[in-house]
Protein backbone atom coordinates (compact mmCIF):
# COMPACT_ATOMS: atom_id res chain seq x y z
CA UNK A 1 0.00 0.00 0.00
CA UNK A 2 2.67 2.32 0.47
CA UNK A 3 3.70 1.96 -2.97
CA UNK A 4 0.18 2.80 -4.09
CA UNK A 5 0.44 5.85 -1.99
CA UNK A 6 3.51 6.78 -3.44
CA UNK A 7 2.72 6.47 -6.74
CA UNK A 8 -0.58 8.20 -6.35
CA UNK A 9 0.92 11.48 -4.07
CA UNK A 10 3.52 11.32 -6.69
CA UNK A 11 1.87 12.81 -10.34
CA UNK A 12 -0.62 15.03 -7.83
CA UNK A 13 2.92 16.93 -6.57
CA UNK A 14 3.83 17.28 -9.91
CA UNK A 15 1.46 19.24 -11.76
CA UNK A 16 1.24 21.71 -9.43
CA UNK A 17 4.67 22.78 -9.19
CA UNK A 18 4.20 23.65 -12.93
CA UNK A 19 1.14 25.48 -12.68
CA UNK A 20 2.28 27.84 -9.58
CA UNK A 21 5.35 28.94 -11.62
CA UNK A 22 2.86 29.24 -15.15
CA UNK A 23 1.13 31.59 -12.46
CA UNK A 24 3.33 34.44 -11.42
CA UNK A 25 4.62 35.43 -14.83
CA UNK A 26 0.84 35.24 -16.20
CA UNK A 27 -0.02 37.93 -13.01
CA UNK A 28 2.79 39.98 -14.28
CA UNK A 29 1.54 40.01 -17.75
CA UNK A 30 -2.10 40.78 -16.36
CA UNK A 31 -1.06 43.56 -14.67
CA UNK A 32 1.14 44.92 -17.26
CA UNK A 33 -1.96 44.21 -20.26
CA UNK A 34 -4.38 45.80 -17.45
CA UNK A 35 -1.80 49.40 -17.02
CA UNK A 36 -1.30 48.78 -20.78
CA UNK A 37 -5.68 48.73 -21.25
CA UNK A 38 -6.08 51.70 -18.92
CA UNK A 39 -3.57 54.05 -21.04
CA UNK A 40 -4.97 53.43 -24.30
CA UNK A 41 -8.33 54.20 -22.67
CA UNK A 42 -6.89 57.39 -21.60
CA UNK A 43 -5.05 58.16 -24.44
CA UNK A 44 -8.61 57.17 -26.26
CA UNK A 45 -10.82 59.76 -23.71
CA UNK A 46 -7.89 62.35 -24.62
CA UNK A 47 -8.48 62.02 -28.54
CA UNK A 48 -12.33 61.89 -27.85
CA UNK A 49 -12.29 65.29 -26.57
CA UNK A 50 -9.80 66.57 -28.97
CA UNK A 51 -12.55 65.20 -31.60
CA UNK A 52 -15.14 66.88 -29.45
CA UNK A 53 -13.32 69.99 -29.29
CA UNK A 54 -12.49 70.53 -32.95
CA UNK A 55 -16.04 69.92 -34.00
CA UNK A 56 -17.26 72.67 -31.59
CA UNK A 57 -14.44 74.89 -33.11
CA UNK A 58 -15.33 73.63 -36.49
CA UNK A 59 -19.77 74.25 -35.83
CA UNK A 60 -18.63 77.67 -34.88
CA UNK A 61 -16.49 78.72 -37.89
CA UNK A 62 -19.32 77.39 -40.33
CA UNK A 63 -21.92 79.40 -38.33
CA UNK A 64 -19.77 82.68 -38.53
CA UNK A 65 -18.79 82.18 -42.08
CA UNK A 66 -22.52 81.47 -43.11
CA UNK A 67 -23.30 84.52 -40.86
CA UNK A 68 -21.07 86.49 -43.25
CA UNK A 69 -22.24 84.97 -46.40
CA UNK A 70 -25.82 85.77 -45.79
CA UNK A 71 -25.03 89.15 -44.54
CA UNK A 72 -22.51 89.63 -47.74
CA UNK A 73 -25.50 88.00 -49.93
CA UNK A 74 -27.75 90.83 -48.82
CA UNK A 75 -25.77 93.88 -49.11
CA UNK A 76 -25.16 92.96 -52.81
CA UNK A 77 -28.85 92.24 -53.35
CA UNK A 78 -29.09 95.73 -51.96
CA UNK A 79 -26.55 96.94 -53.99
CA UNK A 80 -27.89 95.33 -57.01
CA UNK A 81 -31.06 96.25 -56.47
CA UNK A 82 -29.84 100.03 -56.25
CA UNK A 83 -27.79 99.78 -59.35
CA UNK A 84 -31.10 98.51 -61.71
CA UNK A 85 -33.38 101.71 -60.30
CA UNK A 86 -30.34 104.03 -61.10
CA UNK A 87 -30.01 102.50 -64.67
CA UNK A 88 -33.78 102.19 -64.92
CA UNK A 89 -33.61 106.18 -63.96
CA UNK A 90 -30.98 106.92 -66.77
CA UNK A 91 -32.98 105.02 -69.15
CA UNK A 92 -35.88 107.10 -68.69
CA UNK A 93 -33.72 110.34 -68.45
CA UNK A 94 -31.88 109.74 -71.81
CA UNK A 95 -35.53 108.54 -73.26
CA UNK A 96 -37.19 112.05 -72.07
CA UNK A 97 -33.97 113.77 -73.22
CA UNK A 98 -34.32 112.08 -76.60
CA UNK A 99 -37.83 112.86 -77.02
CA UNK A 100 -36.99 116.27 -75.93
CA UNK A 101 -34.44 116.61 -78.68
CA UNK A 102 -36.88 115.08 -81.01
CA UNK A 103 -39.36 117.53 -80.00
CA UNK A 104 -37.23 120.45 -80.41
CA UNK A 105 -36.07 119.68 -83.73
CA UNK A 106 -39.90 119.39 -84.98
CA UNK A 107 -40.31 122.24 -83.55
CA UNK A 108 -37.42 124.13 -85.60
CA UNK A 109 -38.62 122.63 -88.70
CA UNK A 110 -35.48 120.87 -89.18
CA UNK A 111 -37.31 117.46 -89.00
CA UNK A 112 -40.97 116.91 -90.42
CA UNK A 113 -43.81 114.41 -90.41
CA UNK A 114 -41.58 111.94 -92.96
CA UNK A 115 -38.24 112.79 -91.33
CA UNK A 116 -39.99 110.64 -88.46
CA UNK A 117 -40.12 107.76 -90.95
CA UNK A 118 -36.28 108.91 -92.12
CA UNK A 119 -35.66 108.96 -88.38
CA UNK A 120 -36.42 104.82 -87.33
CA UNK A 121 -34.44 104.16 -90.87
CA UNK A 122 -31.44 106.34 -89.79
CA UNK A 123 -31.17 104.31 -86.20
CA UNK A 124 -31.35 100.83 -85.58
CA UNK A 125 -32.67 99.90 -82.19
CA UNK A 126 -32.21 97.26 -80.07
CA UNK A 127 -33.98 96.20 -77.14
CA UNK A 128 -32.23 93.21 -74.52
CA UNK A 129 -33.13 92.66 -70.71
CA UNK A 130 -34.90 96.01 -70.72
CA UNK A 131 -32.27 98.17 -71.79
CA UNK A 132 -32.13 99.93 -75.61
CA UNK A 133 -29.16 100.73 -77.35
CA UNK A 134 -29.14 102.27 -80.24
CA UNK A 135 -26.61 102.13 -83.66
CA UNK A 136 -25.49 104.80 -85.90
CA UNK A 137 -26.27 104.41 -89.23
CA UNK A 138 -24.55 105.87 -92.85
CA UNK A 139 -27.06 107.68 -94.78
CA UNK A 140 -26.59 105.02 -97.23
CA UNK A 141 -28.21 102.90 -94.69
CA UNK A 142 -25.73 100.61 -93.66
CA UNK A 143 -24.20 100.61 -90.23
CA UNK A 144 -21.39 103.16 -88.91
CA UNK A 145 -17.81 101.53 -88.08
CA UNK A 146 -17.65 102.67 -84.47
Known amino acids: MA????????????????????????????????????????????????????????DTQVKIYSDELTELKKTLNVEVEHLRSEFQELRNTLHQQQEDVTASLRNLGLQDVSGDAKDTDNKKVEEKDGEINTVPVENNGKEAEN
Open 3 to 58: NSDSSTSLPVSAPLAPKKENITPIGSKIAELNESRAEVLNRIQGLKQDLQNWRSKL
